[in-house]
């Protein structure tokens, strides 16, 4: 997430900006926009089937980011510490699986299996979450 909102993720906009000669800048999962990280990580449709998913999830309506700053910085609408925690940790694990996603369908051609990513989500979710809580039990 630090490198995503650093713009530090090697997407293609930012390989060309490098003097890095690429055949395109387009989006190699959609091909509907350029490739930037805004694109790649919110904005994508298969992003945002993801994002989607997540905030439904969640209880919440649509996904109001265009940027991953905004998505980044929002809090979940929790109102107790915990809640925000773990609401930052479904984002930063969400955008970390789509971009690891990202990366298959580019290198290796796989693609994401849609229907069980948000069950991925929620237990890489919940495993960054008792790897880093203090607390000793968490269901
Ligand atoms: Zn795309």
Same mark, same amino acid.
């Given at each position: 997430?630090?490198?995503?909102? $650093? $713009?530090?993720?090697?997407?293609? /906009? %930012?390989?060309? $900006?490098?003097g890095?000669?690429?055949?395109?800048?387009?989006? *190699?999962?959609c091909? +509907?926009?350029? %490739?930037?990280?805004?694109?790649? @990580?919110?904005v994508? $449709?298969?992003?945002?089937?993801? !994002?989607?998913?997540?905030?439904?999830?969640?209880?919440? +309506? +649509?996904? *109001?980011?265009?940027? @991953?700053?905004?998505?980044?910085?929002? /809090? +979940? #609408? &929790?109102?107790?510490?915990?809640?925000?925690?773990?609401?930052? &940790?479904?984002?930063?694990?969400c955008?970390?699986?789509? !971009?690891?996603?990202?990366? #298959?369908?580019?290198?290796?051609?796989?693609?994401?299996? &849609? *229907? /069980?990513?948000l069950? %991925?989500? #929620?237990?890489? /979710?919940?495993? !960054?979450?008792?790897?880093?809580c203090? &607390?000793?039990? @968490?269901?």
């Amino acid at each position: 997430m630090w490198r995503a909102r $650093k $713009k530090r993720l090697p997407v293609l /906009t %930012e390989l060309d $900006k490098r003097g890095i000669d690429l055949h395109s800048v387009r989006c *190699p999962l959609c091909d +509907g926009d350029i %490739e930037t990280v805004d694109h790649s @990580i919110v904005v994508c $449709k298969h992003a945002l089937d993801i !994002w989607c998913k997540v905030f439904s999830w969640w209880g919440r +309506g +649509g996904v *109001p980011y265009v940027n @991953i700053e905004d998505l980044a910085l929002d /809090t +979940g #609408q &929790a109102t107790s510490f915990v809640g925000k925690i773990i609401w930052q &940790a479904v984002i930063w694990s969400c955008s970390y699986l789509i !971009w690891k996603n990202r990366n #298959q369908k580019v290198f290796s051609n796989k693609c994401w299996n &849609a *229907p /069980t990513a948000l069950n %991925e989500i #929620q237990v890489k /979710t919940f495993e !960054w979450i008792v790897k880093r809580c203090k &607390a000793k039990a @968490i269901d």
